[in-house]
């Protein structure tokens, strides 16, 4: 399956944003997907996780009031909405498919399929 995220863009502190990742050839329904996120100078990092069915989901602590993800299988698509935005949230955020009928992972090497990223700038 390949992956291609877009949504992201610069938004004030405290704005909102939806990423989307559009994924093609191959059954998608199948997939755990993820959201990561990599900061300047930092490593690449989780932020969320959904199961194939979608009844699985996943937050790290930092984003848990903030965000949500969700899928729409029948537009092979994943979403990330992102309220309350901040600075820290500032990053590359890249949306990621691992193993057909797994439980989603909160690692990266839960995953071994990536997108390209979309860059996520929040200004104070």
């Not at 992956?3 to 755990?32: E, K």
């Not at 900061?39 to 949500?68: M, Q």
């Not at 989603?104 to 700038?121: C, F, I, K």
Request: glycine letters at 12%; charged letters at 15%; hydrophobic letters at 35%.
């Amino acid at each position: 399956v390949q992956l291609q995220a877009s949504g992201g863009g610069l938004v004030r502190a405290g704005g909102s944003l939806n990423l989307s990742c559009a994924a093609s050839g191959g059954t998608f329904s199948r997939y755990p997907l993820a959201w990561f996120r990599q900061a300047s100078g930092k490593e690449r990092e989780f932020v969320a996780a959904i199961g194939w069915s979608g009844g699985r989901r996943y937050l790290a602590d930092s984003v848990e009031d903030r965000f949500t993800i969700s899928r729409d299988n029948t537009k092979s698509s994943v979403y990330l909405q992102m309220n309350g935005l901040n600075t820290e949230d500032t990053a590359i955020y890249y949306c990621a498919a691992g193993t057909i009928w797994s439980t989603p992972a909160l690692t990266r090497e839960g995953y071994n399929r990536w997108g390209q990223g979309t860059q996520v700038t929040v200004s104070s």
